[in-house]
């Protein structure tokens, strides 16, 4: 690594005195962007303090692109530029000029510049910055074509699950930029899945920020996360296409190609697949699917402004069988068993347009414009039969089907604009939204019911009937925010926000006769419902800061009138709520702090809560909307305590969340198990939680070892529905895991974790036990490593036990207790580097299943793969998959009041080809630097 800059920055000094213009004692502003001298990007939150001969000092923070400005009035001063992570830079600078524009100073990452001596420093593999944890990326990481999903998953701190859901320090990761900016049309999975590994510059995760945090620099509270992959310098020309086939009519064809210049960033994709499928359209036996997706996206930027924009287009089939089995308690000593077949085929398309537009008017102002358009179709074809025994004998017999077609269409809008209106903490800020939405539906049902008393048919029901739905959805909100600097310490925020929305609803249902092939429209189950609400907040809030305290505290006064026709009949309700605020965050010391905050949001209920028509689509299950449901607010408050450090992360929090008038599903049964569920408001409803996590980390290099420990609690009352009444429940849930791990940031690491999990819950009704009375204990132990042996064999190996007991204190319910073991085995042997053989076993094994199923699941894959051509740039790929499967996929879940076990088709036994050709260019360019 090599210090750049030095030089120029000693230019730029020298510069200075030789376009003297004197215009002292006047205000002059004073701008620059700060960069990065090594990888040429902007530096965000640095320090840059202005301390001139005579009169204050002044400070202020970059923007996330770098920048900074002041105005002045001295004719000399000292900058001091400062950041952590970087060496310190001193400026004398003389200011004679109406305007002092830097375009750009150069900051060397910890390194020591000294009399034209560079003292290079290794950079370390993790820096912490504020609330940036930020992971420097060099070639042990990866390997050659892996892509940044496998790269994040070697990252410490950083967690993937099965279901692609990540995390980082247990905080869910819910955006995802690439350089900054939304790339691939907001598709996080193509950035994940597609971007090259050996493209990134530093992986970085900080808190997610609206756009007026960013603007203002106001910290967010840290629960969301944001993950920002950053690009190397250069054009990056990077793609691959691939084609598969396999037995059981297995097809797939992959394409992708990307050019990124900086700013001018192009990507297109497509890709087709198809399984189990004759000839593209006849089903097999067992599952079946089929999809194809194209898309292109586009970003570049024309001086001050950048444009980002997307299309794409796709369409999706699928067909399978579901089955369930279902224990369901309704009273102390009284339960029914329900099992169901439900098959389907479903097919969808879409299509997706969006555009945004940023524009840096000048130094103090930015305007921010986007566009989207989303539309859909979809029709789908179900049929569906269920047994319903209580005791031994039957209750209910239903058979369905039904078949259905629609269309939604979503178009929306957005506008930000905000300017800073002096340097010293003056801002104003619009936010506007709008959106329109037109949904409609189709829907031909069949259904056959019978009911039975002590075994024999007593009654039943028929329908044979077609239901059309529209749903158009209108609304549009503006914000606007005023900051008004008092002191250096002291700021207040003025807000207004107006929110209007219109929903209207038509259900229109006619009774078919098959025989008189005749339509007569039922006015008992059709619905017409009109809502209009709008809501105004007028918001006010006192801040204070220092480099100690951040403390905003304020009053909302939230005004929410509506109006509903439902059925002809006009129900208006108005809301007036004042509700007060705060938030305070008190820093400790350097990466500690302690946080207070209060917050309060209004709940409004929904169409389909609150249409008063009975929705009896399926007799077994009618559902009933309530007009006279109330708005729910709720409440939080929350104490928190942070420390972050590479070393040492210490959490602490106590949540506090009443809820007055929440809305809730009430669930009823009659006497042939025909549920009834209505939405209730409930009062008297809060939850208590608090939690503590503790870790550890001894970091050299690229290794890495580390304790953690969490724990929680909670305790709260709920509402419990039993034997047709309503209950008050009260909760109490504890938990813990402990570990210890060993790993590398390498691509083939060796490294192993040793984890235990447990939880004990407990359910009771305080006004009568034997109507809620449950523990529930869980305990998971867990042991996975990764070894290399001899360099070219690398195996992971991972073993989860789940131990499980719910015990419902009655002998005449169903207590649970079971265990379920899961064992995964990796294992790949790499020949010459070129060629790879490769085994994937997993098996699950469950103590106890419903009967005539097995208790052991194992699955078995097979690769075998070569590297073709100079580089490797081609790759074939033998697979055969899902060697040793059953033909189901079974999952139990249990609940306080139900045991559910599920099964899903899968496909098995097949085998696959596959030729894939990788394309992965890096052109570094050397630009001169521009200097005034």
């Keep these: 690594?090599?210090?750049?800059?030095?030089?120029?920055?000693?230019?730029?000094?020298?510069?200075?005195?030789?376009?003297?213009?004197?215009?002292?004692?006047?205000?002059?502003?004073?701008?620059?962007?700060?960069?990065?001298?090594?990888?040429?990007?902007?530096?965000?939150?640095?320090?840059?303090?202005?301390?001139?001969?005579?009169?204050?000092?002044?400070?202020?923070?970059?923007?996330?692109?770098?920048?900074?400005?002041?105005?002045?009035?001295?004719?000399?001063?000292?900058?001091?530029?400062?950041?952590?992570?970087?060496?310190?830079?001193?400026?004398?600078?003389?200011?004679?000029?109406?305007?002092?524009?830097?375009?750009?100073?150069?900051?060397?990452?910890?390194?020591?510049?000294?009399?034209?001596?560079?003292?290079?420093?290794?950079?370390?593999?993790?820096?912490?910055?504020?609330?940036?944890?930020?992971?420097?990326?060099?070639?042990?990481?990866?390997?050659?074509?892996?892509?940044?999903?496998?790269?994040?998953?070697r990252l410490p701190g950083l967690e993937i699950d099965a279901e692609g859901k990540m995390t980082f320090q247990g905080k869910p990761i819910t955006r995802i930029l690439v350089d900054g900016e939304d790339m691939f049309g907001g598709d996080v999975t193509f950035s994940m899945k597609k971007l090259p590994a050996g493209m990134v510059a530093k992986i970085q995760v900080m808190d997610t920020k609206t756009l007026e945090d960013l603007f203002n620099g106001t910290p967010a509270d840290g629960d969301n996360k944001t993950l920002n992959i950053k690009l190397k310098a250069g054009t990056k020309t990077f793609?691959?296409?691939?084609?598969?086939?396999?037995?059981?009519?297995?097809?797939?064809?992959?394409?992708?190609?990307?050019?990124?210049?900086?700013?001018?960033?192009?990507?297109?994709?497509?890709?087709?697949?198809?399984?189990?499928?004759?000839?593209?359209?006849?089903?097999?036996?067992?599952?079946?699917?089929?999809?194809?997706?194209?898309?292109?996206?586009?970003?570049?930027?024309?001086?001050?402004?950048?444009?980002?924009?997307?299309?794409?287009?796709?369409?999706?089939?699928?067909?399978?069988?579901?089955?369930?089995?279902?224990?369901?308690?309704?009273?102390?000593?009284?339960?029914?068993?329900?099992?169901?077949?439900?098959?389907?085929?479903?097919?969808?398309?879409?299509?997706?347009?969006?555009?945004?537009?940023?524009?840096?008017?000048?130094?103090?102002?930015t305007l921010d414009i986007g566009i989207s358009f989303t539309g859909t179709k979809n029709n789908s074809e179900n049929s569906a039969a269920s047994i319903t025994v209580e005791n031994g004998s039957l209750r209910n017999q239903s058979n369905n089907q039904s078949s259905s077609a629609g269309e939604n269409q979503t178009l929306g809008a957005t506008l930000f604009w905000a300017k800073r209106l002096n340097n010293k903490g003056r801002n104003v800020s619009i936010n506007a939204r709008t959106n329109s939405s037109d949904q409609g539906s189709n829907l031909y049902t069949v259904s056959a019911n019978t009911y039975f008393k002590n075994g024999v048919p007593v009654s039943g029901d028929t329908l044979n009937r077609y239901t059309k739905t529209s749903n158009s959805i209108k609304g549009y909100s503006v914000n606007f925010s005023y900051s008004e600097p008092v002191s250096k310490t002291v700021r207040i925020n003025l807000k207004s926000d107006l929110d209007f929305n219109k929903t209207t609803t038509v259900r229109a249902i006619y009774n078919l006769d098959s025989l008189s092939h005749t339509a007569e429209y039922d006015s008992l189950y059709s619905a017409q419902i009109l809502s209009s609400y709008n809501t105004q907040n007028l918001a006010a809030s006192f801040i204070y800061t220092t480099e100690k305290w951040n403390v905003t505290t304020g009053l909302t006064t939230v005004l929410q009138q509506t109006l509903r026709t439902l059925?002809?009949?006009?129900?208006?309700?108005?809301?007036?709520?004042?509700?007060?605020?705060?938030?305070?965050?008190?820093?400790?010391?350097?990466?500690?702090?302690?946080?207070?905050?209060?917050?309060?949001?209004?709940?409004?209920?929904?169409?389909?809560?609150?249409?008063?028509?009975?929705?009896?689509?399926?007799?077994?299950?009618?559902?009933?909307?309530?007009?006279?449901?109330?708005?729910?607010?709720?409440?939080?408050?929350?104490?928190?305590?942070?420390?972050?450090?590479?070393?040492?992360?210490?959490?602490?929090?106590?949540?506090?969340?009443?809820?007055?008038?929440?809305?809730?599903?009430?669930?009823?049964?009659?006497?042939?198990?025909?549920?009834?569920?209505?939405?209730?408001?409930?009062?008297?409803?809060?939850?208590?939680?608090?939690?503590?996590?503790?870790?550890?980390?001894?970091?050299?290099?690229?290794?890495?070892?580390?304790?953690?420990?969490?724990?929680?609690?909670?305790?709260?009352?709920?509402?419990?529905?039993?034997?047709?009444?309503?209950?008050?429940?009260?909760?109490?849930?504890?938990?813990?895991?402990?570990?210890?791990?060993?790993?590398?940031?390498?691509?083939?690491?060796?490294?192993?974790?040793?984890?235990?999990?447990?939880?004990?819950?407990?359910?009771?009704?305080?006004?009568?036990?034997?109507?809620?009375?449950?523990?529930?204990?869980?305990?998971?132990?867990?042991?996975?490593?990764?070894?290399?042996?001899?360099?070219?064999?690398?195996?992971?190996?991972?073993?989860?036990?789940?131990?499980?007991?719910?015990?419902?204190?009655?002998?005449?319910?169903?207590?649970?207790?079971?265990?379920?073991?899961?064992?995964?085995?990796?294992?790949?042997?790499?020949?010459?580097?070129?060629?790879?053989?490769?085994s994937a076993f997993t098996y699950t094994y469950n103590t106890q299943v419903p009967a005539g199923r097995s208790k052991g699941m194992p699955n078995l894959n097979l690769y075998a793969s070569a590297y073709l051509f100079k580089g490797g740039k081609g790759q074939l790929k033998l697979e055969a998959l899902n060697l040793l499967t059953t033909n189901n996929d079974l999952r139990r879940t249990v609940g306080e009041n139900y045991i559910e076990d599920v099964q899903m088709a899968t496909l098995r036994n097949y085998f696959t080809v596959r030729f894939q050709y990788n394309l992965n260019k890096l052109e570094t360019k050397k630009r001169p630097l521009k200097t005034k």
């Design 1 to 153: 690594m090599r210090i750049a800059g030095l030089h120029k920055i000693l230019f730029i000094c020298l510069l200075l005195p030789a376009t003297i213009q004197v215009w002292a004692q006047e205000e002059k502003p004073v701008t620059g962007i700060i960069i990065d001298s090594i990888d040429k990007t902007p530096i965000e939150k640095c320090t840059v303090i202005f301390n001139p001969k005579n009169g204050a000092s002044q400070k202020t923070i970059t923007s996330d692109k770098g920048f900074f400005s002041f105005t002045v009035k001295a004719d000399s001063a000292l900058l001091v530029v400062r950041h952590v992570g970087y060496t310190e830079l001193r400026l004398t600078v003389l200011i004679t000029e109406k305007q002092v524009s830097f375009d750009t100073i150069f900051l060397a990452p910890v390194n020591l510049v000294m009399e034209g001596i560079v003292i290079k420093a290794k950079v370390p593999p993790v820096v912490i910055r504020g609330d940036t944890t930020e992971f420097n990326i060099d070639s042990a990481m990866f390997e050659p074509y892996d892509v940044v999903e496998d790269l994040v998953k």
């Design 567 to 838: 059925q002809k009949e006009d129900i208006k309700q108005t809301l007036l709520r004042y509700s007060p605020s705060a938030n305070a965050t008190y820093s400790v010391s350097k990466g500690k702090t302690l946080r207070a905050n209060f917050s309060a949001t209004t709940i409004q209920p929904t169409i389909d809560q609150l249409q008063p028509v009975p929705d009896n689509s399926n007799p077994l299950y009618i559902r009933l909307g309530n007009p006279n449901l109330r708005t729910a607010f709720a409440q939080n408050y929350g104490l928190t305590y942070n420390h972050y450090s590479l070393a040492k992360v210490v959490v602490a929090g106590f949540t506090y969340s009443p809820v007055s008038n929440q809305i809730v599903n009430a669930v009823y049964y009659d006497e042939f198990r025909k549920q009834t569920s209505r939405f209730i408001n409930v009062t008297n409803v809060y939850s208590m939680r608090g939690n503590f996590s503790f870790s550890k980390t001894a970091r050299q290099d690229k290794r890495s070892q580390g304790w953690s420990f969490s724990s929680n609690g909670a305790y709260g009352q709920q509402v419990f529905f039993q034997s047709n009444n309503q209950y008050y429940s009260r909760n109490y849930t504890t938990g813990g895991e402990i570990s210890f791990s060993k790993r590398e940031a390498v691509a083939k690491p060796t490294s192993y974790t040793v984890a235990l999990a447990s939880s004990f819950n407990r359910n009771w009704t305080p006004a009568n036990t034997s109507i809620l009375n449950t523990t529930r204990i869980n305990i998971v132990p867990k042991v996975e490593g990764a070894l290399t042996v001899a360099g070219f064999i690398y195996a992971t190996l991972s073993y989860l036990v789940g131990y499980n007991k719910l015990d419902y204190h009655s002998a005449l319910r169903r207590n649970d207790e079971y265990s379920s073991h899961f064992i995964s085995n990796n294992l790949t042997v790499q020949i010459k580097k070129r060629y790879s053989l490769q």
């Design 239 to 365: 793609g691959s296409a691939d084609a598969l086939a396999g037995t059981k009519n297995q097809l797939e064809s992959n394409v992708m190609l990307s050019v990124f210049d900086d700013a001018k960033r192009i990507s297109a994709m497509g890709s087709f697949n198809s399984s189990n499928k004759h000839g593209l359209v006849k089903m097999r036996t067992g599952p079946t699917s089929s999809s194809t997706n194209a898309s292109i996206n586009y970003g570049n930027k024309w001086g001050d402004v950048k444009l980002n924009g997307s299309y794409g287009y796709n369409e999706n089939a699928n067909s399978n069988e579901l089955n369930r089995e279902r224990t369901q308690i309704i009273t102390a000593d009284t339960s029914f068993f329900t099992r169901s077949t439900n098959r389907f085929n479903y097919k969808s398309s879409g299509q997706r347009f969006n555009i945004g537009a940023n524009w840096a008017i000048d130094s103090t102002s």
